[in-house]
């Protein structure tokens, strides 16, 4: 069975509610999914937009996610996280969610999920680039999630 990442806010390539981005609450998106990999260790999410004016645009970073869960809630937060879970940096250097907010056009959110062989080290709130390098060798499987969002 795949790893399949799947949200009850959107579907897959649908546009992503304003609850969810600059313009609504800024609040993340519940996340479901399921099909993880025999001797997952470990899951971690990275949420981008590669389509932004400069750059791929980071929003988010969660690692150290537990094998066993099965998603993560609507307004996720650092309070919420369960034992070992670890936030990275977005591109405006925090660590949580940051919504979606294009400066023109219509721009899909990529919501990436990895499963892991291992459980990361503490990273000290890791950028993508920094948590990519320490996932490299170690990704089990993946799954991704594409929303789309434009602002009025």
Same mark, same amino acid.
């Given at each position: 069975?795949?790893?399949?990442?799947?949200?009850?806010?959107?579907?897959?390539?649908? #546009?992503? &509610?304003?609850?969810?981005?600059?313009?609504?609450?800024?609040?993340?998106?519940?996340?479901?999914?399921? !099909?993880? %990999? /025999?001797?997952?260790?470990?899951?971690?999410?990275?949420?981008?937009?590669? #389509?932004? &004016?400069?750059?791929?645009?980071?929003?988010?970073?969660?690692?150290?996610?537990?094998?066993?869960?099965? !998603?993560? %809630? /609507?307004?996720?937060?650092?309070?919420?996280?369960?034992?070992?879970?670890?936030?990275?940096?977005?591109?405006?250097?925090?660590?949580?969610?940051?919504?979606?907010?294009?400066?023109?056009?219509?721009?899909?959110?990529?919501?990436k999920l990895y499963a892991l062989d291992i459980v990361l080290p503490d990273l000290n709130r890791p950028s993508k680039v920094v948590l990519e390098?320490?996932?490299?060798?170690?990704?089990?499987?993946?799954?991704?999630?594409?929303?789309?969002?434009?602002?009025?």
């Amino acid at each position: 069975m795949p790893m399949i990442i799947k949200s009850p806010s959107f579907k897959q390539d649908g #546009d992503l &509610p304003v609850r969810h981005t600059c313009d609504g609450l800024d609040i993340s998106p519940m996340l479901e999914w399921s !099909g993880v %990999p /025999e001797g997952t260790k470990s899951l971690a999410l990275v949420v981008d937009d590669p #389509d932004a &004016p400069r750059m791929s645009w980071v929003h988010w970073v969660v690692y150290n996610i537990p094998a066993d869960s099965k !998603g993560l %809630p /609507e307004t996720f937060t650092a309070e919420g996280l369960r034992s070992g879970t670890m936030q990275g940096l977005n591109d405006r250097q925090r660590s949580g969610y940051q919504g979606p907010c294009p400066p023109v056009g219509k721009h899909p959110y990529f919501f990436k999920l990895y499963a892991l062989d291992i459980v990361l080290p503490d990273l000290n709130r890791p950028s993508k680039v920094v948590l990519e390098k320490a996932m490299h060798g170690h990704i089990l499987g993946s799954s991704e999630l594409i929303g789309q969002y434009q602002r009025k």
